[in-house]
C-alpha cells in the first residue's frame, strides 16, 4: 500500500519539485516565494503574544527560532523525500552535527562506516570522544562486523550511500534488518543520491541527510543542509538546531528553493550524462579503472541499480602512468573546472591525492586507496560530448 503511493508520489517529483510546501497565494501576488529578510517577528499586541506562546500559534518571532521563507524550504524538502518533517541548517555538516548531537549523551555508542564524509568521520571520531561517546568505525559493506559492532549503549548507525570517492553502494535492506534486531536507529548521508535517485525511507531509515550545496541547490553558488524524517525525531534536532544556530540565511534559502525547482531535470541528465562518460572511460586505453554504480562491472551494481533509479553524477576514475601525468592531464583541460564538490551545473573535476588527501603521507592515501592517478569527475549539466572531448585532450597527454 505504502508502497504504491510511494511510487505515484515518486513519478510527480517534476512537480512537486516546483510547488511542494509554498501557498499558491503568496505575499502581494508574487509567483515566485518572497524572501523573508528579517530577523524579528512583531506581534500586533498582547494577545497575539499569548496566543504563540501559550497556545502555540503559528507565528514567528526570531530568526534563528524559524523563517517563513526557510519553512517553505523544509516543506518541500520533506515532501520530495516523502517525510513528515525537515530542517533546513546553514551547511550540511551543520545538519550532520546538530543532528548527532540531538541523539546521544556521554556514555553512548554510535556505529559508523569508514568511508563516510570525512568531516562526518573526523566529528564522530575526535570531537564526540570529548563527551565521552564511544564510537565504532566499520570496514563499509561488512555486515557482520557491523552487526557485531552493536552493544547495549549503540544509538544509531550512520551510514552513507553512495560514497565518496568509490561510490560503494550500502544495502538498505540489510541495514534496516540489522538495526531492528538490536533495536537502534539508522541514519543516512543521502547527498550523492538526492532523493530523485534514492528514497532511504521507503527502506525504514530513520533519518536522511542531504547536504543541499551539491545537487539539490545545484549551482555551486550555496552551502545548505537538511535532515528530514519523521516528527518525533525532528524535532528534537529543531530544537538543539535552536542553541547550535546553524541557521540558513533567507536569501539563501531562496536560491535553495530556486534550485529545488530544476533539480529532477538535472539529475536526470547527469545521471545520463555520467553513465555516457564512465562507458567513454571504460573503453579508454589509457584508463586502468572506472568506479560508477550504474557500470555492470562496479562490485555493487545489482544493489545499486535495485534500490536506485540512476548511478548519480560522479565518476571516479585510475589512469595509467604517474603523479606527472596526473598533473598533465589537468593542465590540460580546458571545460572541466579543477576543484572539489559536485552536484553543481558546472563539470568539476578533483585529484584526491592532491586536495582531499594531501597532508596524508604516500603510505596512508595508498592504503586507503588513494593513488596518484585517481581522478574524480562531478558532472555538470553541458553537453556530454563536450566533456568526452576535454577529457580525451586530457588523457592524450599521459
Ligand atoms: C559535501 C558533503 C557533506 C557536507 O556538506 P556541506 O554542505 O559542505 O557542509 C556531507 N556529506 C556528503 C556526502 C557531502 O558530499
Known amino acids: 500500500m505504502a508502497k504504491t503511493r510511494s511510487r505515484k508520489r515518486a513519478a510527480s517529483l517534476a512537480t512537486r519539485s516546483i510547488h511542494a510546501g509554498e501557498a499558491r497565494r503568496k505575499f502581494a501576488d508574487s509567483l515566485t516565494t518572497p524572501i523573508i529578510q528579517s530577523s524579528t517577528f512583531t506581534f500586533k499586541d498582547s494577545k497575539e503574544i499569548e496566543g504563540y ?28 523525500e516523502g ?23 556521554s556514555g553512548d555508542h554510535i556505529v559508523i562506516t569508514d568511508d563516510s564524509y570525512k568531516k562526518t568521520l573526523e566529528f564522530c571520531r575526535s570531537y564526540l570522544k570529548q563527551f565521552a561517546i564511544d564510537c565504532t568505525i566499520v570496514s563499509f559493506g561488512d555486515y557482520n562486523a557491523l552487526d557485531k ?5 549503540t544509538r544509531f548507525i550512520f551510514s552513507e550511500s553512495p560514497t565518496n570517492p568509490y561510490l560503494n553502494i550500502f544495502d ?44 539539490l541547490a545545484g549551482h555551486n553558488d550555496i552551502l545548505a543542509g537538511a535532515v528530514m524524517g519523521r ?15 546553524g541557521t540558513i ?12 525547482k530544476t533539480f529532477p531535470l538535472r539529475v536526470a541528465r547527469q545521471n545520463e550524462t555520467a553513465l555516457t562518460i564512465a562507458r567513454f572511460l571504460e573503453s579508454h586505453p589509457k584508463i586502468t ?23 548519480g553524477g560522479v565518476v571516479t576514475f585510475e589512469t595509467k602512468g604517474t603523479l606527472r601525468s596526473a598533473k598533465q592531464l589537468l593542465d590540460a583541460l580546458r571545460l572541466c573546472y579543477i576543484g572539489p564538490s559536485l552536484g553543481g551545473v558546472e563539470t568539476l573535476i578533483t585529484h584526491p591525492a592532491m586536495v582531499s588527501y594531501y597532508d596524508y603521507t604516500r603510505k596512508d592515501r ?31 597527454k599521459i
Open 53 to 80: 506562546t501559550r497556545k502555540g500559534k503559528d507565528h514567528y518571532e526570531y530568526g534563528r527560532y524559524g523563517n517563513p521563507t526557510v519553512t517553505i524550504a523544509e516543506k518541500r524538502l520533506a515532501d520530495l
Open 83 to 105: 517525510s513528515e518533517d525537515c530542517v533546513v541548517f546553514s551547511s550540511g555538516m551543520s545538519a550532520i552535527t546538530t543532528t548527532i548531537l540531538s541523539l546521544v549523551q
Open 149 to 153: 559492532a552493536i552493544g547495549k549503549n
Open 172 to 215: 538498505l535492506v540489510k541495514i534496516k534488518e540489522i538495526a531492528d534486531r538490536h533495536k537502534v536507529l539508522t541514519l543516512i548521508d543521502s547527498t550523492f543520491a538526492t532523493p530523485y535517485n534514492q528514497r532511504p525511507l521507503e527502506f525504514g531509515m530513520d533519518l536522511v541527510l542531504q547536504s543541499c550545496t551539491k545537487y
Open 231 to 245: 516528527t518525533s525525531l525532528v524535532d528534537r534536532i529543531r530544537n538543539l538546531h535552536k542553541s547550535m544556530g
Open 249 to 260: 540565511d533567507p536569501h539563501c534559502c531562496y536560491m535553495l528553493l530556486r534550485g529545488l
Open 289 to 311: 579503472r572506472v568506479y560508477y554504480p550504474f557500470l555492470e562491472n562496479h562490485p555493487h551494481y545489482a544493489i545499486a541499480t535495485e534500490q536506485m533509479r540512476g548511478g
Open 366 to 396: 595508498y592504503a586507503l586507496g588513494i593513488k596518484d592517478t585517481l581522478f574524480r569527475l562531478a558532472v555538470g549539466i553541458e553537453d556530454a560530448q563536450d566533456i568526452i572531448n576535454d577529457l580525451d585532450r586530457g588523457l592524450s
